[in-house]
């Protein structure tokens, strides 16, 4: 009975799909717009704690934090893709519904199905993307997209290369510039030797500090991941 109704139901024509598709696509760019501006905004307050463990000569967890800042404008970067190649979507398609008018049935379109299938890669974007190119498949726009994974492994590899380069670069943008904001004499005091009689308080000082800064490490770590993601 229902393949009976859907038989009877009138198929929507080129310029309505057109209209539908590219809505869904202007939505999708302003929900990518909101994860880059949320991402942007735990960025710099990460930065602000970059800081805050460079006066205190904390290297290890600023060097953990600018791990992240990495990580973030990496991801910032593939959303700004994302952005373009689903833009990119929306012209082609208004290409295809062009030649409809002509010919009068929408055509297959080899760039659409391209860019469909490279999001399909983009883990944030995976889900979306099936079910907009199985409505662009039952269309006619374009064939049977493939979810290929393997670039995403391939990306992984990539990143690891190239990060302890990037963190280095962070940390010189900020630590870097906190340490040139320290007085004079400050700085001197920082790089003196702690007298023999404090080290033992102060080694019992940098164990709590140490708790404390990995519990906010964490928390920082689990705000990225949720705005990354």
Same mark, same amino acid.
């Given at each position: 009975m229902d393949k009976f109704k859907n038989m009877l !139901?009138? $198929?929507a024509n080129p310029q309505q799909l057109l209209r539908d598709w590219q809505r869904k696509l202007r939505q999708e760019c302003r929900n990518i717009e909101r994860q880059i501006r949320d991402v942007q905004r735990e960025e710099k307050s990460v930065q602000k704690a970059i800081g805050e %463990? %460079? !006066?205190r000569n904390d290297m290890g967890s600023a060097k953990a934090l600018a791990k992240?800042?990495?990580?973030?404008? $990496? %991801?910032?970067?593939?959303?700004? *893709?994302n952005k373009a190649q689903l833009n990119s979507i929306s012209m082609h398609l208004g290409e295809s519904v062009a030649i409809a008018?002509?010919?009068?049935h929408l055509? !297959?379109?080899a760039e659409v199905m391209k860019l469909?299938?490279?999001?399909?890669k983009a883990? *944030?974007? #995976? #889900?979306t993307m099936q079910e907009f190119g199985k409505e662009m498949i039952k269309a006619g726009v374009i064939e049977e997209v493939v979810n290929d994974a393997v670039d995403s492994a391939l990306d992984s590899e990539d990143i690891e290369e190239e990060t302890e380069e990037e963190v280095e670069k962070v940390l010189t943008e900020i630590a870097g510039e906190t340490e040139a904001q320290l007085p004079e004499a400050v700085r001197k005091e920082r790089v003196r030797e702690p007298p023999q009689g404090a080290s033992t308080l102060h080694e019992e000082d940098a164990i709590t500090e140490g708790a404390d800064d990995e519990e906010e490490l964490e928390e920082i770590r689990a705000r990225l991941d949720k705005v990354r993601s």
């Open positions: !139901k009138p $198929k %463990a %460079a !006066k992240e800042i990495v990580r973030s404008r $990496k %991801a910032v970067n593939r959303l700004y *893709e008018r002509t010919v009068g055509s !297959k379109s469909v299938n490279n999001l399909m883990p *944030e974007m #995976a #889900a």
